[in-house]
C-alpha cells in the first residue's frame, strides 16, 4: 500500500490541473482499500457553470460511476484544502471512511476552521479524519493563484 503522502501528491497533481484551467487550485483523489485510485477531481465551478462542481464533490462522483453505487465505503479521499459544508455533507452521505486534507481553510472550513461537520453526533456514518498533510505545497498553490489573480503578492 502506497503512503499518504503519495495520494495527496496525486491531488497536488488534480489541483494543479485546475490552476491550468484558470481554476482555484484544488485537488481531490479518492482511494479504495486495495489503494487504487478510483476517483479524481479539481475545482471546475467556472468552467462548468456549476457551483457544486468542487474537487471533492467530481471525485466522489468519478468514483461513484466508476464503482457503479453511491456508497463508497472502505474508501479515503485525499484533498489539498479543508472542506466545505457542501464537500463535508457529501463525504458523510457517501459513507466515505476516511478523509486527509492539506491546508485548513478559514473562511469555510468545517473540520477544524469554522466548525466540525465530522463529529456532529446526528451522523449515522462516522469518518476519520486527518488533517495538515503537505498543506504547506497546497497553501502555497493557493497562495500563488491568487496574488496572481490581485496582480501583487499576497504572502
Same mark, same amino acid.
Given at each position: 500500500?502506497?503512503?499518504?503522502?503519495?495520494?495527496?501528491?496525486?491531488?497536488?497533481d488534480q489541483a494543479?490541473?485546475g490552476?491550468?484551467?484558470?481554476?482555484?487550485p484544488v485537488?481531490?483523489?479518492?482511494?479504495?482499500?486495495?489503494?487504487?485510485?478510483?476517483?479524481?477531481g479539481?475545482?471546475?465551478?467556472?468552467?462548468?457553470?456549476?457551483?457544486? %462542481?468542487? &474537487?471533492? =464533490?467530481? !471525485?466522489?462522483?468519478?468514483a461513484? @460511476?466508476?464503482?457503479?453505487?453511491?456508497r463508497?465505503? #472502505?474508501c479515503?479521499?485525499?484533498?489539498?484544502?479543508?472542506?466545505?459544508?457542501?464537500? %463535508?455533507? &457529501?463525504? =458523510?452521505q !457517501?459513507?466515505?471512511a476516511?478523509? @486527509?486534507?492539506?491546508?485548513?481553510?478559514?473562511?469555510? #472550513?468545517m473540520?477544524e476552521?469554522?466548525?466540525?461537520?465530522?463529529?456532529?453526533?446526528?451522523h449515522?456514518h462516522?469518518?476519520?479524519v486527518?488533517?495538515?498533510?503537505?498543506?504547506?505545497?497546497?497553501?502555497?498553490l493557493?497562495r500563488d493563484?491568487?496574488?496572481?489573480?490581485?496582480?501583487?503578492?499576497?504572502?
Open positions: 500500500m502506497r503512503s499518504d503522502e503519495f495520494y495527496m501528491h496525486r491531488a497536488l494543479r490541473l490552476l491550468v484551467a484558470g481554476e482555484v485537488g481531490a483523489v479518492l482511494v479504495d482499500a486495495s489503494g487504487e485510485i478510483v476517483g479524481r479539481y475545482n471546475a465551478p467556472v468552467g462548468e457553470h456549476d457551483p457544486s %462542481a468542487h &474537487a471533492e =464533490i467530481r !471525485a466522489l462522483r468519478d461513484a @460511476v466508476r464503482l457503479g453505487n453511491y463508497l465505503d #472502505g479515503t479521499l485525499y484533498v489539498t484544502l479543508e472542506p466545505c459544508l457542501m464537500c %463535508a455533507g &457529501a463525504i =458523510i !457517501a459513507r466515505v476516511r478523509l @486527509v486534507y492539506g491546508a485548513a481553510e478559514p473562511k469555510t #472550513g473540520v476552521s469554522k466548525a466540525n461537520l465530522f463529529a456532529q453526533p446526528w449515522n462516522r469518518v476519520q486527518d488533517g495538515g498533510l503537505l498543506a504547506t505545497q497546497a497553501r502555497r493557493l493563484f491568487f496574488a496572481e489573480r490581485r496582480g501583487g503578492d499576497d504572502s
